[in-house]
């Protein structure tokens, strides 16, 4: 039989001057209680021995109210498993009258009008993500799960969990575990030559909590942030959440459109930018850009903050260093994830600021959630230091450029002549235009139905695009899911 889980004590109050027998007062509870689904089928109920012991009764009214109970057919019981609420009520239970009960109170979600929440809220709201619901081929931002070294893993997750010491039971540093952010920053300055030491590290839940953050940090409500066009809407969510107005800038082949920006965007307090790897488009920003981006916002007082999501993955050409480590200034807040190097789930990342904002950046986080789990970051500084990290990306680069080239090739089979593929350089994703006029939410609704999760470019966008599009990751699928993905999706176009 399955195991149940301990009871839990019911919020029973008991009135000893009323006149009804104990007995009663408990079984009407119950009966009560059951009826309203407070208490649900099969759900354990606890002994007689530690309800009377918790009332502070003798166990003899507790004893004869089950049994009463019992003999209604409102509890049951199973060798092993204690006494349990009948897996079915008695016939007509449900619409027993109720004496001297109380009324359940009429659901005010029910109601027809809305309730009044704030506006910031409201308008985060994103429509509904068809494409998001299945892990079929084409999901983006899934790594190759099926490769994670989970043996390695879990003898390190076993290590620190084994034998807890007090650090990895108790409340941690807001920045995160010391170790874990000298690990990070030594990866930062040698790999993307980001210029940091660990006090800049603020270890969070991901990089959509580094964006929050900064959101919160940096801005006050109604002050003006550029966002990329098309740009990342997890990014939009988090600073319009702070309550920022939002300034489209345009996205060409060099990044964005700086000369633009800051026609459209004059006195923005920040700009949020993909720099190495824009998202969606895959564009990289030129070295001009850059330049023109960072003393624009050293003469106007401005932050930008660099979402550097992926560009572990770049397969073509040089790596491409951060904007960070070109700022003289002090400018840029770089904000990193392990989602897509290790797995989502982890739900760990990082933000590194500059060291002025450190109080600021400690307080928004000790305020916000307090720190991120020491277990996860303690098991992350040993897969670091003990080298499975740099092992394990160099054998997912190899394998997303494979990964990749199979749907470049599949493609070129059965779409060649519908989809126009860009944005093929690094990551775990591409974009495949539409031909003009076709609506890309629509083609994605009917691939989510035939199992594959093809995002749609528009929904990027601020404004309607003029061409829509499929966002197609291919990190998380193989190759004959990748293959099978796109015979299907020829067939939804
Ligand atoms: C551009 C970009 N930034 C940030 C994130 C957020 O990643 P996470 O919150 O999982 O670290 C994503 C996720 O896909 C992304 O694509």
Request: charged content about 20%; aromatic content about 8%.
């Amino acid at each position: 039989m399955k195991r149940l889980t301990a009871s839990y004590l019911p919020p029973i109050t008991l009135a000893p001057r009323s006149g009804i027998p104990m007995h009663q007062q408990l079984s009407e509870w119950f009966r009560q209680a059951i009826v309203d689904g407070q208490l649900r089928p099969g759900q354990r109920v606890p002994s007689s021995r530690s309800l009377a012991g918790e009332l502070k009764v003798s166990r003899a009214p507790v004893i004869s109210a089950y049994e009463q109970l019992y003999a209604e057919g409102y509890l049951e019981t199973f060798v092993g498993a204690g006494t349990c609420v009948a897996k079915s009520i008695p016939g007509g239970a449900l619409h027993q009258p109720r004496t001297g009960l109380r009324k359940a109170p009429q659901p005010a979600s029910e109601s027809s009008t809305p309730r009044r929440i704030s506006r910031r809220v409201e308008l985060m709201r994103a429509p509904p993500q068809t494409w998001a619901n299945n892990l079929g081929a084409f999901r983006i931002g899934m790594p190759a799960l099926d490769r994670f070294p989970s043996g390695v893993w879990s003898k390190l997750v076993n290590r620190h969990s084994r034998k807890p010491s007090l650090e990895l039971m108790a409340y941690g540093d807001p920045m995160g575990h010391l170790p874990f952010r000298e690990a990070i920053a030594e990866y930062l300055n040698t790999v993307r030559a980001v210029r940091c030491d660990a006090s800049q590290i603020l270890v969070t839940t991901g990089s959509q909590q580094a964006l929050q953050m900064c959101a919160h940090v940096l801005l006050d409500a109604n002050e003006r942030v550029w966002m990329e066009e098309p740009g990342y809407p997890g990014a939009r969510q988090a600073f319009m959440g702070a309550g920022a107005r939002l300034v489209p800038v345009p996205v060409d082949q060099e990044g964005v459109d700086v000369a633009e920006g800051i026609r459209r965007g004059r006195g923005a307090r920040v700009v949020y930018i993909t720099p190495s790897h824009q998202f969606p488009l895959g564009v990289t920003m030129s070295a001009a850009r850059r330049m023109q981006l960072l003393n624009w916002a050293t003469r106007n007082g401005a932050w930008i903050v660099e979402d550097d999501y992926d560009s572990e993955y770049r397969s073509g050409g040089r790596p491409i260093a951060s904007l960070q480590g070109l700022d003289t200034d002090e400018r840029v807040i770089y904000a990193g994830t392990f989602s897509k190097v290790i797995f989502p789930a982890l739900r760990l990342g990082y933000v590194v600021v500059p060291k002025d904002l450190v109080p600021a950046f400690f307080h928004a986080r000790d305020a916000a959630d307090t720190f991120s789990s020491t277990l996860y970051q303690m098991v992350m500084t040993d897969f670091i230091r003990e080298g499975h990290f740099a092992r394990h990306i160099r054998k997912m680069r190899t394998l997303y450029v494979e990964r990749r080239t199979a749907l470049l090739e599949a493609i070129q089979r059965h779409l060649r002549d519908k989809l126009e593929v860009i944005g093929t350089e690094a990551g775990m994703h591409l974009v495949a235009l539409l031909p003009p006029g076709v609506d890309d939410v629509a083609i994605s609704i009917k691939a989510a139905r035939h199992g594959v999760s093809a995002r749609p470019l528009s929904p990027c966008y601020a404004s309607p695009p003029a061409r829509g599009g499929l966002i197609l990751g291919y990190g998380g699928a193989d190759i004959p899911e990748i293959l099978e993905g796109v015979r299907k999706l020829a067939r939804c176009i």
